[in-house]
C-alpha cells in the first residue's frame, strides 16, 4: 500500500505544488507558472500514473485516494491526504473531484516519429481555447486519430483545463509542433500525406467523399473564430466540408473534428 501522509493545514509547505491553482495554474506561459502537469479526479489521474510524466505528488481525500490504492500501490511518491475543507484552500477553489496529481513534464515525442506511425493526423492552427483543445485530444483518441500536430497559435495541451477536459488522453495521444508553418506541411505530403483543410467553403469536396477516397490523411483544423488562415488552406491539398442542413455553415471546432475523426478513422 502506498504510505498515506496526513496534511492538516493548508499552510502545509509539502502541498506547494497544489497550491494557488486558480491563479497561477503552472502554465508555463505565465509569471511564476511552473509548467507542470495536473490531473484532476480518479479517471485523469489514473492516466498519469501511467504516463510517461514523472509523478511528483498526490494530494487528495481519504474515500479518493481509496478508490486509487491499486493504481498507486508501488509508486514511490508522496501520498498526502487532507480534508476537502483544507485542500479548498490549498488549491484555490472547491474541487469536486476530490484528487490531484502533479508531474514533471517530459520530452515529447518526435514529430518524424510520430508522422512514422500514422495514417490519420490532426493539425491544428490557432485552436487557443484549452477547452476545445481538450476536447479535440479526447476526440482523437476515442476514434482513432493516431496524433496530433500544433501549428501556430495553439494552446498548450498539458495545461490543467485541457488535461481535465480531454479525460487525460492528451497524456495518451502523441502531439508535436509542425514547424515551420505551413511549409512544414510539406513533410506531411512528402511522406503520403493527402493535407486536407476542414472548411465550410461551397466549393470543397463533402466529408465521405474524401473518406471513401482512403490513404493516409491530415486533417487540417482552424481555430473557433476565423477558422484555418489563407496561408493554410493554400497549402493544402483538397478542401473539405462537412454537409450540413440549410441555414448553419459551421459546428464548433471540436465537434466538426468528431465528425470528421469518425469519417476518417473511427470506422
Same mark, same amino acid.
Not at 55 to 73: M, N, T, Y
Not at 130 to 152: C, K, M, Q, S, Y
Given at each position: ?38 490531473? +484532476? ?13 514523472? @509523478? ?12 486509487? +490504492? ?32 502533479? !508531474? ?26 484549452? +477547452? ?44 508535436? !509542433? ?11 505530403? *512528402? ?5 486536407? !483543410? ?14 471513401? *477516397? ?9 481555430? +473557433? ?14 478542401? @473539405? ?16 473534428? !468528431? ?9
Amino acid at each position: 500500500m502506498a504510505q498515506r501522509i496526513p496534511i492538516q493545514t493548508a499552510g502545509d509547505p509539502r502541498a506547494d505544488d497544489f497550491r494557488h491553482l486558480s491563479t497561477a495554474d503552472r502554465r508555463p506561459d505565465r509569471p511564476g507558472g511552473r509548467g507542470f502537469v495536473i490531473a +484532476e479526479g480518479t479517471v485523469v489521474v489514473r492516466r498519469l500514473l501511467t504516463s510517461p510524466y514523472p @509523478v511528483r505528488s498526490v494530494l487528495g481525500v481519504a474515500r479518493r485516494i481509496d478508490d486509487l +490504492e491499486p493504481d498507486l500501490a508501488g509508486l514511490d511518491v508522496p501520498v498526502y491526504t487532507t480534508s476537502a475543507e483544507v485542500m479548498a484552500e490549498i488549491v484555490g477553489f472547491h474541487l469536486n473531484r476530490g484528487v490531484l496529481a502533479v !508531474a514533471d513534464r517530459a520530452p515529447q515525442p518526435a514529430l518524424a516519429g510520430i508522422v512514422a506511425a500514422s495514417k490519420v493526423l490532426a493539425v491544428l492552427e490557432g485552436v487557443g481555447d484549452h +477547452e476545445n483543445l481538450g476536447a479535440l485530444f479526447r476526440n482523437a483518441a476515442a476514434l482513432g486519430v493516431d496524433g496530433v500536430l500544433l501549428g501556430p497559435g495553439c494552446s498548450d495541451p498539458l495545461y490543467r483545463r485541457s488535461v481535465r477536459v480531454s479525460m487525460g488522453n492528451v497524456l495518451r495521444v502523441p502531439f508535436a !509542433a509542425l514547424e515551420p508553418w505551413p511549409d512544414g506541411l510539406n513533410l506531411l505530403k *512528402d511522406k503520403g500525406f493527402r493535407v486536407a !483543410a476542414l472548411t465550410p467553403r461551397e466549393d470543397s469536396v463533402p466529408l465521405p467523399q474524401l473518406a471513401a *477516397d482512403g490513404g493516409k490523411i491530415a486533417l487540417l483544423l482552424g481555430s +473557433e473564430g476565423p477558422g484555418l488562415t489563407a496561408d493554410a488552406l493554400g497549402a493544402a491539398d483538397v478542401a @473539405v466540408r462537412i454537409p450540413m442542413a440549410e441555414g448553419v455553415d459551421s459546428l464548433n471546432v471540436a465537434t466538426a473534428a !468528431a465528425v470528421a475523426f469518425y469519417e476518417l478513422a473511427g470506422r
